[in-house]
């Protein structure tokens, strides 16, 4: 059962850094598109980075540019988010989602349809 689990979420004043975690089991990321999203309340659902399957290439929301960085590491079976110079805004649930084959950002654009397995979500909370 290919599953997805998110950790490292939390509560972090604004300025401050967290680093998110993606563990993938029941399958291998090697061949699979990584996005991250968030879901504020009463907001819909947006992507905040995606990597691609192939080349790594990657995509951003304008609005976590140079703040956000996303990897991954095959050999852990894992992906990352470092958050940097997090803001209020970045209040949210984060997900982590993969899909077969995928390139960054139609996954980040369109994170709908078949095809992608979605974590559970880790709360992220930036706040004095």
């Known amino acids: 059962q290919p599953q997805l689990v998110e950790s490292g979420g939390g509560l972090v004043q604004p300025g401050g850094s967290l680093r998110l975690s993606c563990a993938a089991s029941g399958f291998t990321l090697d061949y699979y598109a990584i996005g991250w999203f968030r879901q504020a309340p009463g907001k819909e659902r947006e992507g905040v980075s995606c990597i691609s399957s192939s080349d790594d290439s990657t995509y951003y929301a304008n609005s976590v540019k140079g703040r956000f960085t996303i990897s991954r590491d095959n050999a852990k079976n894992t992906a990352y988010l470092q958050m940097n110079s997090l803001k209020p805004e970045d209040t949210a649930v984060y997900y982590c989602?993969?899909?077969?084959?995928?390139?960054?950002?139609?996954?980040?654009?369109?994170?709908?349809?078949?095809?992608?397995?979605w974590g559970q979500g880790t709360q992220v909370t930036v706040s004095s």
């Open positions: 989602a993969v899909r077969f084959g995928a390139t960054a950002q139609p996954m980040c654009i369109e994170p709908y349809g078949p095809g992608f397995t």
